[in-house]
């Protein structure tokens, strides 16, 4: 594995997990339009930002994975927008954390021998 690789893979999940949080810091208020664009941040566009060469590198299955997931934060920022209940958007997100956790457990970013 080598740097480029890594650092695609660790950005693109560091940018779902802050986007999570995003939606999380704004569901005590329910600021529905916060929430929604936190959601959207984790969502399809940031995976077009994927150089090819580094995409050509990842398995099938984790691909399907992160597509998924993309998909459903912008499937999240539309059950938002829509009115959903406090209850029925942390049922989703829970839906949604499932996959990140799935991820996590079959696939592991190493950092080079001697790097950081």
């Known amino acids: 594995m080598d740097g480029a690789w890594d ?3 660790s950005r693109e999940t560091r940018q779902m997990l802050e986007a999570l949080n995003g939606v999380l810091r704004n569901s ?5 339009e916060a929430m929604a664009d936190a959601a959207l941040a984790g ?3 940031i995976a077009v ?4 060469a580094v995409a050509e ?3 099938e299955a984790l691909i399907r994975l992160g597509t998924s997931t993309h998909e459903g934060f912008d499937e999240r920022a539309r059950t938002i927008r829509s009115g959903a ?3 029925t958007v942390l049922a989703h997100l829970a839906g949604l954390t499932s996959q990140c956790v799935s991820c996590h457990a079959s696939y592991r970013v190493v950092a080079p021998e001697g790097g950081s």
């Open 7 to 9: 650092e695609t893979v």
């Open 28 to 32: 005590p208020a329910m600021d529905r």
């Open 43 to 45: 969502g399809t566009r």
């Open 49 to 52: 930002d994927t150089d090819p």
């Open 57 to 59: 590198r990842l398995p």
């Open 85 to 87: 209940s406090r209850d």
